[in-house]
């Protein structure tokens, strides 16, 4: 008998399988390739609705960033369902030769190895994904996302799926086996193609939801960047008030005081304010901070308008709300950090007036010898010699060095933008920032961030950072008040 050329290679055609069986498992392929895919979609929407934070941000994608998860997750669910139809068509009927039999078995071994290898390695990536969510909390978005930067590894990994899945049939038919491999991979990218064009989730109903309560989303705000900031520790004696302009681009726009997501009128402000401040117990709201949430080109008339009514209203601590420089942390992001300052307590608060209202109150503005004030967004003048801004520092840092007893005045330009006024009282504190860390270095021999509290406390009554801002409303109280 002649032997015939590839007698020992296997037909596909040995393993008998029916028309009947291979349609059912056709059709258990779309079947099982629609739920798993509809499976990680909705893992991927559990993951989303778990980042949404107290100020109504959540995890987004873009369209074309939502479109390439759709086709990885279309991929990895019409793979592992081939995988299963591949068991399915081949399982062993009763009767079979041993060399058959042994043939089936490889292929069902390898197949089911596959998938529940597949699911641990998964498993498990997805387990140690959320617990770094957890720990760096719900800003991760904000400063990593694999698309587009690292969109090779998935392209990576549906490639050793795929090519996974067909290990033990390009063993056992070799050859015979890649019009096959060459029509499986043909049906999987058109069905993956087509899946990832559905929608199963609703996501951009959630969105709605969640961010029409977010001020970012419904109104121009674009705060400052500063690589001055301080975390905010007691975050539960915070609260938020924004200054925005109208979602609309006009040339009329007003702007805008939101606080709890509701419009106030500057009317009605102080008594809002009051209000809010009587929320607190009496020897709670000593501690009262408020976080500023502010539009850098608002003018300074609004914002100083703003600061006097919380004076009055007994508010006194606040904290600027800005971006940190050379972050990645998105713009719409509430970072916890922020830039602190002290205004007056013009208020009836039960407690004494602070060092800081001392300043305001003993100090003649008449009689004070270092003046500044803002010209426009390049120059200011100090004590009348017009210098521009960017030689500020120079002149705080040589003046501060000489008269330990200083005290600046700072007039505030309303004409100016929010973003002006910051550069302004950015210097001012970067020089003080400066000169305690020199000293620090040159008393202590360690860097000022690793002084304990005492410490901390000698160099605060060392380099005190006296400058009191001069406001129309702040100058008029003065006057009435003849101080």
């Known amino acids: 008998m002649t032997l015939k050329k590839g007698f020992l290679t296997p037909e596909i055609s040995s393993l008998n399988i029916s028309k009947k069986r291979f349609a059912i498992g056709i059709a258990l392929w779309f079947s099982f390739s629609l739920i798993f895919y509809s499976l990680l979609c909705l893992i991927r929407e559990g993951f989303r609705l778990s980042t949404v934070t107290d100020y109504h941000n959540i995890w987004m994608f873009s369209e074309d960033e939502m479109f390439f998860y759709n086709i990885f997750f279309a991929f990895v669910s019409t793979i592992f369902a081939q995988s299963i139809l ?49 720990s760096v909390g719900a800003s991760f978005y904000y400063s990593f996302s694999f698309y587009p930067k690292y969109n090779y590894f998935f392209v990576l990994l549906i490639m050793v799926l795929f090519l996974s899945s067909w290990n033990s049939f390009l063993r056992i038919f070799k050859r015979k086996a890649y019009k096959w491999f060459l029509l499986s991979m043909l049906t999987i990218s058109v069905v993956s193609f087509a899946l990832a064009n559905m929608n199963i989730i609703d996501y951009s109903l959630h969105n709605e939801n969640i961010l029409k309560q977010n001020p970012f989303y419904n109104y121009q705000v674009d ?16 609260w938020n008030i924004y200054l925005v302009y109208p979602k609309e681009k006009t040339k009329n726009n007003k702007p805008l005081v939101l606080i709890e997501h509701k419009e106030i009128d500057m009317g009605q402000l102080k008594n809002a304010l009051e209000n809010l401040r009587y929320t607190w117990g009496e020897a709670d709201r000593k501690f009262i901070t408020m976080n500023m949430i502010i539009h850098k080109d608002l003018p300074m008339s609004f914002v100083n308008r703003v600061k006097f009514q919380m004076s009055t209203a007994g508010l006194y601590r606040l904290t600027y709300s800005v971006i940190p420089k050379n972050k990645p942390i998105g713009k719409n992001y509430l970072f916890p950090v922020g830039f602190n300052i002290r205004i007056p307590n013009l208020g009836n608060g039960p407690y004494p007036k602070s060092n800081f209202d001392q300043w305001y109150e003993n100090s003649k503005i008449d009689r004070i010898q ?39 005045l700072y007039y505030i330009n309303e004409n100016l933008s929010f973003e002006n006024y910051f550069e302004i009282i950015s210097i001012f504190r970067q020089v003080i920032i400066d000169l305690k860390e020199e000293y620090s270095l040159n008393i202590f ?23 009191i801002e001069l406001s129309p409303e702040i100058i008029a109280y003065l006057k009435r008040n003849n101080l």
């Not at 009763?94 to 998938?115: L, W, Y």
């Not at 705060?223 to 915070?238: A, G, L, P, Q, T």
Request: net charge positive; with cysteine; glycine share 2%.
């Open 86 to 134: 591949m068991v399915y068509l081949i399982q062993m009927p009763r009767k079979v030769s041993q060399e058959r039999k042994f043939r089936r078995s490889d292929i069902i071994n390898d197949h089911t190895f596959f998938s529940w290898n597949f699911i641990s390695w998964f498993s498990k990536i997805g387990i140690l994904y959320g617990i770094w969510i957890g």
């Open 223 to 238: 705060r400052v960047e500063s690589e001055i900031y301080s975390f905010m520790e007691r975050r539960d004696f915070m």
């Open 370 to 408: 270092y003046v500044i004030r803002q010209i426009d967004t390049a120059h200011c003048s100090f004590n009348d010699s017009i210098i521009k801004t960017a030689s500020l520092y120079d002149f705080f840092y040589n003046t501060i060095n000489q008269d330990p007893n200083y005290m600046f």
């Open 445 to 467: 021999r360690k860097h000022y961030h690793d002084l304990d509290w005492d410490q901390r406390k000698e160099m605060r009554n060392e380099y005190p950072a006296r400058i």
